[in-house]
T-cell receptor, first 116, second 115 residues
Framework: QKEVEQNSGPLSVPEGAIASLNCTYS??????FFWYRQYSGKSPELIMS????GDKEDGRFTAQLNKASQYVSLLIRDSQPSDSATYLC????????????????FGQGTILTVHP | DGGITQSPKYLFRKEGQNVTLSCEQN?????MYWYRQDPGQGLRLIYY???????QKGDIAEGYSVSREKKESFPLTVTSAQKNPTAFYLC??????????????FGSGTQLSVL
């Protein structure tokens, strides 16, 4: 089982619709969860971070976390063609010994296409 | 302008050659990371450094080496022992916004190809 797994894409939605991106993780010790957006040929940029169960909203983006189900999702409302990109889910856990710095483990990414 | 600068943008390696990818940051971040991305895949951690003069292997360190002599700089050398080096290499540094909230910020990447 992969440590971080995202729903297989590509995902295609019409402009104005809600895009739903999903991610599951295997390690129950995971503490922080991140969504990155990556345009083709560019570097990832952080969209959202979440570490408490429930929803976190930022503009058109909502991150949802359910630690019991080991599931994190990203909803994009009123999708725009400019949202077309690869979305990467990343999970962080504290290292053994409780050191402060952790490492991010990334999923394989989901390609989203928003068509006019 | 604060940020992370990677150079070169494109790099070509000949058989048996070592090449070095540069990464510089002026964000005053302590931790820096190197990731590798293959087409259609997520990012995989090569090396990371939490502090000057200290670094740790990530998940795919074989065939790579790093140094951290200055806080601002974290160069990556791809050695001839790395048999499949063609990939997009991303350098990152991190900032803490809370006890669990370490956020990574990425440079623009270096595309390495084998001649």
């Amino acid at each position: 089982q992969k440590e971080v797994e995202q729903n297989s894409g590509p995902l295609s939605v019409p402009e104005g619709a809600i895009a739903s991106l999903n991610c599951t993780y295997s390690d129950r010790g995971s503490q922080s969860f991140f969504w990155y957006r990556q345009y083709s040929g560019k570097s990832p940029e952080l969209i959202m971070s979440i570490y408490s169960n429930g929803d976190k909203e930022d503009g058109r983006f909502t991150a949802q976390l359910n630690k019991a189900s080991q599931y994190v999702s990203l909803l994009i409302r009123d999708s725009q063609p400019s949202d077309s990109a690869t979305y990467l889910c990343a999970v962080r856990k504290l290292e053994a010994g409780g050191t402060s710095y952790g490492k991010l483990t990334f999923g394989q990414g989901t390609i989203l296409t928003v068509h006019p | 302008d604060g940020g992370i600068t990677q150079s070169p943008k494109y790099l070509f390696r000949k058989e048996g050659q070592n090449v070095t990818l540069s990464c510089e940051q002026n964000l005053n971040h302590d931790a820096m990371y190197w990731y590798r991305q293959d087409p259609g895949q997520g990012l995989r951690l090569i090396y990371y450094s939490q502090i000057v003069n200290d670094f740790q292997k990530g998940d795919i360190a074989e065939g790579y080496s790093v140094s951290r002599e200055k806080k601002e700089s974290f160069p990556l050398t791809v050695t001839s022992a790395q048999k499949n080096p063609t990939a997009f290499y991303l350098c990152a540094s991190s900032r803490w916004d809370g006890p669990f909230d370490e956020k990574l910020f990425f440079g623009s990447g270096t595309q390495l190809s084998v001649l």
